[in-house]
């Protein structure tokens, strides 16, 4: 019997398809083209979860993510965390010297650009890191180089001619990982986070008075995004998340003013914070 699936946006050897062979070693990954095609790939069964990122620590959020999940029908049961290592992969037998042109995606390049710098060689856009390394390995030139994962260049073949070429040592990608169905939590069970969408009715200080309550409650709440949704600039939608579980009484009272003032919400999922999320609020503690 074959083990089950995780779906991911992208080739073999992307850093999506590292953080699902890292968080779910058990789990075959699913590559596929799209978003879309990967949250359909988990909503028809072919996949029994989905890795999703949603945002960067350099880069920002993923737009596309915060546009489908909540019309998905897919539940976030858990978070995870990638620390990104850009690798610089060459053919075998290709040194730094040789390196002419260095390929990748646009957001990965803007991350490396000291080391294309420092090699005077020329930046050239691909569609994605993992198909960069792909491209080099049937390229087979000394002079042509990927800034892509280590894990592709194990797939692809390839050399790393230098590891961690980045530029920034906090390069940093967070993943929602997605299901059809929710992962029940116990409302006192610790460190949990509840991420919803909303959207406030169209009157004076709506979302003044929407949010309110969560202070007054006293949750913490660790994103609010605004997007705009179906091309209308009048209906604006928030991406929130908060520390907690709807039914605990200081969120549940929140989620009630809110909802007062809102003309949707929408419960996305209920899941417990990542370690490396609890490790980074305790350095903020004690520093």
Same mark, same amino acid.
């Given at each position: 019997m074959s083990p089950p699936k995780i779906a991911f946006q992208g080739q073999p050897g992307a850093y999506s398809d590292l953080a699902c062979r890292l968080a779910y070693p058990g789990m075959e990954t699913l590559p596929c083209d799209t978003f879309e095609a990967a949250i359909d790939a988990v909503r028809e069964g072919r996949a029994a979860l989905g890795m999703l990122p949603?945002? *960067?620590?350099?880069a920002g959020r993923v737009p596309d993510i915060h546009a489908l999940l909540p019309e998905s029908?897919? +539940?976030?049961?858990?978070?995870? =965390?990638?620390?990104?290592? $850009?690798?610089?992969?060459?053919?075998?037998?290709?040194?730094?010297?040789?390196?002419?042109?260095?390929?990748? $995606?646009?957001?990965?390049?803007g991350q490396v650009r000291a080391v294309v710098r420092e090699l005077g060689a020329q930046p050239v856009i691909q569609?994605?890191?993992?198909? +960069?390394?792909?491209?080099?390995?049937?390229?087979? *030139?000394?002079?042509?180089?990927?800034?892509?994962?280590?894990?592709? &260049?194990?797939?692809y073949g390839l050399q790393i001619l230098r590891r961690n070429v980045e530029d920034a040592s906090h390069n940093t990608t967070r993943f929602y990982v997605t299901a059809t169905t929710p992962k029940l939590q116990p409302p006192d069970a610790p460190n949990l986070m509840t991420s919803f969408v909303f959207k406030?009715?169209?009157?004076? &200080?709506?979302?003044?008075?929407?949010?309110?309550? =969560?202070?007054? *409650?006293g949750v913490n709440m660790t994103k609010l995004e605004s997007y705009m949704v179906g091309g209308n600039f009048t209906a604006t939608q928030f991406l929130a998340e908060v520390d907690g579980h709807p039914e605990s009484p200081n969120l549940r009272l929140a989620l009630e003013e809110l909802a007062f003032f809102s003309s949707e919400i929408k419960i996305l999922g209920?899941?417990? &914070?990542?370690? =490396?999320?609890? &490790?980074?609020?305790?350095? $903020?503690?004690?520093s």
């Open positions: 949603t945002e *960067n620590s350099l029908g897919l +539940s976030i049961i858990a978070e995870t =965390f990638l620390r990104v290592e $850009h690798c610089l992969l060459g053919v075998p037998g290709a040194t730094l010297a040789d390196v002419k042109r260095v390929h990748s $995606h646009p957001v990965a390049l569609d994605d890191t993992a198909g +960069s390394a792909r491209l080099i390995a049937s390229l087979g *030139n000394k002079e042509d180089a990927a800034v892509a994962s280590s894990l592709a &260049a194990e797939i406030v009715r169209n009157v004076p &200080a709506a979302l003044y008075k929407a949010l309110g309550g =969560f202070a007054t *409650n209920v899941y417990p &914070a990542a370690p =490396f999320r609890i &490790a980074q609020r305790q350095v $903020h503690i004690k």
